[in-house]
């Protein structure tokens, strides 16, 4: 079996023999070489004789170099010909895998969070951390971490080609079941072991529940198929799919725009920008983006009425179009962040002096800006970037919620505990007597609660 990165060249051989064991021998004209997809029948290669190459008595090879756009999957390259005026056939099995780019093969989990830092924002005095979103990034990304260390699993969905050996051990398997350890399973796209693909019809993903995630898959009983068969036992299952905890979704809004496959920013409505943060996983069409950075972008509203005078109660902004807001949606005005809470018609009520800002008078007429440019990565978590339409759906993953309250709350530790020089037990004779220690119990408490509803349990088997 040959294997080729989808946009690279690969050279592919076929034999001939005048009978098994025998020596090799041409054939009475140069073969024509087909290559399709095993798992849909697509021609990859229509059949064709131009650039087959006859190197030596018996032997053609053709230079093949698959586009970067063809999907990953295992193809069957078949030569025919014809020898003494009879039909001669040889087969190749070829695994192409994902172009060899940056955004195609960015699968790792580092620097995914499983809360946004505008979540943690929220949760604290957002005047003490309007300024300090570095710090915020280290505490997410650390307490995400830490959150996989503690329930032994990972969370966020990643489209990958994995290889599991098999047998894993010798000696010690059940034939039938693949354990995929930690390696859980969202959905599978395709299945093969030593080059041959196995129809979803004769396997089960289990345990048998409402859903992933995964930890093993196990051939039917009643089907023919089988593991195995492959040159090695090293890599012979390949499964392509989606791994990871659980791919639950929400759709928010729409781009405003259209995108080619190389922007880094991206344009979104209102809905998107209420509910989307820094740190917030987005999938537009088939490829997933990560949010790394948001900028303002104008509204094309501005204040109505009379405007807004520089007092807290002045919490009435009137607007052309309550339409073109969202609530939870944070806007600018001037140099002064408003967060809002609510929309009646064309009065949006807001909370004035958000996000660590002053209050400020505001005159009729000024334009106002919301956070709807989002600085993106693109091509993130095993997809690849690609050209989008405008008013595209923005859909947003969704961690499970005892993992992100902890992450939220492991940060909001980490910051705090920060800000006081990570408060310590005294040792007699320091302080005074009203000091003491962090108490700690409650987040304790809620790393108990997150592993109970979400950790991975230890499996024992034998050796």
Avoid at 104 to 126: P, Q
Avoid at 400 to 411: C, I, K, N
Avoid at 447 to 462: E, K, L
Wanted: charged share 15%.
């Amino acid at each position: 079996m040959t294997t080729v990165i989808a946009g690279q060249q690969v050279t592919l051989l076929a034999q001939f023999y005048d009978f098994q064991g025998g020596t090799l021998t041409d054939l009475d004209t140069t073969p024509t070489i087909t290559i399709t997809s095993v798992a849909t029948g697509a021609t990859a290669l229509a059949a064709t004789t131009s650039g087959v190459t006859h190197p030596a008595t018996g032997s053609y090879g053709y230079a093949w170099t698959p586009t970067s756009s063809l999907a990953a999957g295992l193809y069957l390259a078949t030569w025919t010909g014809l020898k003494s005026g009879s039909a001669v056939l040889a087969t190749e099995t070829i695994t192409v895998t994902a172009p060899a780019t940056a955004s195609a093969t960015n699968t790792s989990l580092d620097g995914v969070w499983y809360a946004t830092r505008e979540d943690v924002k929220t949760a604290l005095d957002v005047k003490g951390t309007a300024r300090n979103n570095a710090q915020i990034a280290r505490a997410l990304e650390d307490a995400s971490r830490a959150a996989e260390q503690l329930c032994h699993r990972k969370f966020a969905p990643v489209q990958a080609t994995r290889y599991f050996d098999w047998p894993a051990r010798p000696g010690a398997y059940t034939p039938w079941v693949l354990r995929l350890d930690d390696n859980e399973l969202i959905s599978v796209t395709t299945l093969a072991s030593g080059g041959t693909v196995i129809s979803s019809s004769d396997y089960n993903l289990e345990p048998n529940r409402s859903g992933p995630p995964f930890s093993r898959v196990e051939i039917k009983l009643s089907s023919s198929a089988a593991y195995g068969g492959g040159d090695t036992y090293q890599r012979d299952v390949q499964i392509t799919g989606l791994w990871g905890y659980r791919n639950t979704e929400g759709g928010l809004g729409t781009t405003v725009e259209a995108l080619d496959d190389s922007e880094t920013t991206v344009d979104v409505d209102g809905a998107t920008s209420a509910a989307v943060g820094v740190g917030s996983i987005l999938r537009i069409d088939s490829e997933r983006m990560i949010v790394t950075e948001r900028a303002q972008l104008s509204t094309g509203q501005t204040v109505g009425g009379s405007g807004l005078t520089a007092q807290a109660n002045s919490v009435s902004l009137t607007v052309q179009s309550g339409a073109a807001f969202t609530v939870g949606e944070v806007i600018l005005i001037d140099a002064e962040r408003m967060r809002v809470d609510d929309i009646a018609g064309n009065t949006l009520v807001v909370k004035r002096g958000w996000d660590g800002t002053v209050l400020a008078a505001h005159s009729a007429g000024t334009t106002i800006y919301a956070p709807r440019t989002l600085t993106v990565t693109r091509g993130a978590l095993g997809t690849t970037a690609a050209a989008h339409g405008n008013a595209s759906t923005v859909y947003a993953w969704q961690p499970p919620g005892p993992v992100r309250q902890l992450v939220v709350a492991e940060a909001i530790n980490s910051l705090t505990s920060e800000a006081a020089g990570y408060s310590r037990g005294l040792r007699a004779g320091e302080g005074g007597s009203s000091e003491r220690s962090r108490d700690v119990n409650a987040l304790q408490k809620r790393r108990d609660d997150t592993y109970a509803a979400c950790g991975r349990q230890g499996r024992v088997r034998s050796v």
